[in-house]
């Protein structure tokens, strides 16, 4: 099992930045692919980005050039840069690991691998 934590969201201006982090613990040897998604106030989830054991990084096409998703060496921290914030950014981020393969990540379903608690974002215009 793996035991994630998100830190760093804020409320900040359109233009700004933030950077994301979630710490991680436990089994996290067996997990291959981590990801950040994120839930707007139409409730809809939204994948952000996804990082794989092997290096490979997708983004979700509205944050594609503007976020970018990284891990520390050791693999017990995933964080999310993200810059030229836009109010419709805002919402709650979530840190998961397990996400499913290739081009399906941003499918993976809530009960599904493992989630951290998420982090508030808000961007105001």
């Known amino acids: 099992q793996v035991r994630l934590v998100e830190s760093g969201g804020d409320s900040v201006q359109a233009g700004g930045s933030l950077r994301l982090s979630c710490g991680t613990s436990?089994?996290?040897?067996?997990?291959?692919?981590m990801a950040w998604f994120r839930q707007g106030p139409e409730k809809v989830r939204e994948g952000v980005a996804r990082i794989d054991s092997n290096g490979e990084i997708d983004y979700g096409e509205s944050v594609k050039g503007r976020f970018t998703i990284s891990q520390d060496n050791a693999k017990k921290f995933l964080y999310l840069q993200m810059n030229m914030l836009k109010p419709e950014d805002s919402g709650m981020y979530y840190c998961?690991?397990?996400?499913?393969?290739?081009?399906?990540?941003?499918?993976?379903?809530?009960?599904?691998?493992?989630w951290g608690q998420g982090t508030q974002v808000t961007v105001s215009s």
């Open positions: 436990g089994d996290t040897y067996k997990t291959h692919c």
């Open positions: 998961m690991a397990d996400c499913w393969p290739g081009s399906s990540w941003s499918k993976t379903p809530f009960n599904f691998g493992s």
